[in-house]
């Protein structure tokens, strides 16, 4: 019988012997149901319609495959041109684009709002700020103060609502920042837009739903065009951060990964996933802190342990203190028991080749020659006997220079009152960081970040990706609200050095 045939008897089968087969409920009578099958596309759609169905709907089912996402980097670490680095999302419906601050110190994703009070509109990053309307996106929706996800964020104090709000109330928050700066607005749910990358190699462009902040109001520092952006994106590891929605949604992976090139054009490498380098490093995140807090033991210089009490880092129980690894922040601040020991050991150090100098509070030196061959390497030890180790030029800043000296200064500062210490962009450029929130570890890696990395969409899987400059690679490569307030101490350092 030819297949032809088989095929017809078949079809005769589905189209007339099925409808008419009896199904038995559970009580043992025979019920006859008729089950009525349409197709979406007529016999004739042609070959090119059923494919480009077809891609559609793998487009579908990809989206709900765990991999690498990969977001853009722009900006750098050095605080006399950007001093910030920051991506660009995609949200709504249709996408509209927006650059936004990468700050591992805060939980929420922002983007300035139509109309928005006090919000800059122009920016001296060269880049054409954007401004979010939810009545122009289909898919957008707001959150009610009545709705169980605004309960949740009110529990991390991410959300207000008054205590006469109904349930037409939207659920707004408010973030007031040390420098003085704020914002305030409302949560929106709605689309965000993701380069995924798979094992295979293959990058899908898949979307998912966020609820993020829409700013309408802001102030102090934030209103300022230098170095404006549209938003900030936070990546903490609570429940309201995108990093937290994703992975709880089964989206993206629980790791993130950066590398942030610390050349003066910046840039770097930023993915949801696992930076894979043979010589990270990990310590163990101190558990129950708003922020990514680490406990540091020790700092020495070129192998020699300053006279530090290492009960001085410690993280209290109420969330004060301790060592938090913050990217929104631009320098780096020492608790003062901490602080004056590392600018005595540096000076003792090098005051026979470099002179040093105190301008306007800061401790300088007039060098002649190169920094690292002149400066000591610097050690930060953590729990689990994990180091840092540190070149010069991630605790110094060259101020410009005298004949042919120039003036390097230290970038760290003493960290005013707060006994607690922030490594920011100026300890975090030039290393692979990687922010395992299900292992509850964090791990770092001196690297050259314009250099390809391998990634794995999973701390436990063996797919690996390369990303950043995205191929597929069996193994790993042999080369991988608290930050917005240390803005304002940032730019207190400068004002006193310009």
Request: negative net charge; hydrophobic residues 40%; glycine residues 10%.
């Amino acid at each position: 019988m030819s297949s032809r045939i088989i095929f017809l008897i078949a079809a005769l089968f589905a189209l007339f012997i099925l409808p008419q087969i009896p199904i038995v409920e559970a009580s043992g009578e025979a019920k006859a149901t008729i089950l009525t099958v349409e197709r979406a596309l007529p016999f004739n759609s042609g070959l090119e319609k059923l494919k480009a169905h077809d891609k559609a709907r793998h487009g579908r089912l990809l989206e709900a495959i765990p991999g690498v996402v990969d977001f853009p980097v722009d900006g750098s670490s050095n605080p006399f041109s950007v001093g910030l680095y920051y991506t660009r999302v995609k949200l709504g419906n249709p996408p509209r684009e927006f650059y936004v601050q990468i700050d591992t110190g805060s939980d929420i994703l922002w983007v300035t709002c139509s109309p928005c009070n006090g919000c800059p509109t122009s920016s001296g990053l060269n880049i054409q700020l954007e401004s979010f309307d939810p009545t122009l996106s289909s898919t957008a929706s707001l959150i009610s103060c009545s709705s169980r996800i605004c309960s949740s964020f009110i529990e991390t104090s991410d959300a207000v609502c008054t205590s006469s709000a109904t349930q037409r109330s939207l659920c707004g928050y408010s973030f007031r920042y040390g420098d003085g700066s704020g914002t305030s607005g409302y949560y929106v749910s709605d689309a965000i837009y993701l380069d995924s990358v798979l094992d295979n190699g293959q990058v899908v462009n898949s979307s998912a739903n966020v609820i993020f902040g829409c700013s309408n109001f802001q102030s102090g520092d934030l209103t300022k065009p230098d170095s404006a952006v549209d938003g900030i994106f936070g990546f903490g590891q609570h429940g309201p951060s995108v990093v937290s929605q994703l992975s709880s949604a089964g989206v993206t992976p629980k790791v993130f990964s950066h590398c942030l090139k610390g050349a003066d054009n910046g840039g770097g490498i930023l993915v949801l996933g696992e930076i894979l380098e043979p010589r990270i490093v990990f310590s163990p995140l101190v558990q129950s802190q708003p922020h990514y807090n680490l406990n540091l033991q020790g700092i020495s210089i070129n192998g020699r342990a300053l006279p530090i009490d290492p009960s001085v880092f410690s993280t209290s129980n109420t969330g004060g203190g301790g060592t938090i690894v913050d990217s929104g922040t631009t320098l780096a601040y020492l608790v003062q028991e901490a602080y004056d020991p590392f600018i005595y050991g540096i000076t003792a150090m090098v005051s026979q080749v470099a002179q040093p100098q105190v301008i306007r509070g800061n401790q300088c030196f007039v060098v002649l020659g190169r920094v690292d061959q002149i400066f000591p390497f610097v050690t930060l030890t953590f729990e689990g006997n994990a180091r840092m180790v540190l070149k010069p030029e991630d605790y110094l800043l060259q101020q410009g220079s005298i004949g042919d000296n120039a003036i390097w200064c230290i970038g760290w500062q003493k960290s005013q009152g707060q006994g607690v210490t922030i490594l920011g962009d100026i300890v975090l450029k030039d290393k692979i960081f990687v922010y395992d929130l299900a292992g509850q570890r964090l791990g770092w890696a001196n690297y050259d970040c314009s250099l390809s990395v391998n990634v794995s969409s999973s701390t436990a899987t063996k797919g690996v990706i390369n990303a950043g400059q995205v191929n597929t690679n069996e193994s790993p490569s042999p080369r991988s609200s608290l930050s917005i307030m240390t803005l304002g101490l940032t730019l207190i350092f400068l004002n006193t050095l310009l």
